[in-house]
């Protein structure tokens, strides 16, 4: 699951290069598995996917140390 996460949010954070059914197909993607499994996500990436921080999340998932935003929940 996790890969599917990393492709669809390396598709919409570089969506200059992505066509727009590429992007909608990203997103759609990943209100699914928040709809279907959220529950069973790590509640950090849980949290940016959905705030639609893509950015942070894939820089999480990387390895990365997001800096916190206005959201501070």
């Given at each position: 699951?996790?890969?599917?996460?990393?492709?669809?949010?390396?598709?919409?954070?570089?969506?200059?290069?992505?066509g727009q059914g590429d992007l909608i197909s990203a997103l759609k993607q990943l209100d699914d598995i928040l709809e279907e499994k959220g529950?069973?996500?790590?509640?950090?990436?849980?949290?940016?996917?959905?705030?639609?921080?893509?950015?942070?999340?894939?820089?999480?998932?990387?390895?990365?140390?997001?800096?916190?935003?206005?959201?501070?929940?």
């Amino acid at each position: 699951m996790i890969d599917i996460i990393t492709e669809s949010l390396r598709t919409i954070v570089s969506s200059g290069k992505a066509g727009q059914g590429d992007l909608i197909s990203a997103l759609k993607q990943l209100d699914d598995i928040l709809e279907e499994k959220g529950v069973d996500l790590d509640a950090r990436l849980r949290h940016f996917l959905q705030n639609r921080s893509y950015e942070k999340a894939l820089l999480w998932i990387e390895g990365g140390t997001p800096e916190k935003g206005i959201c501070q929940k």
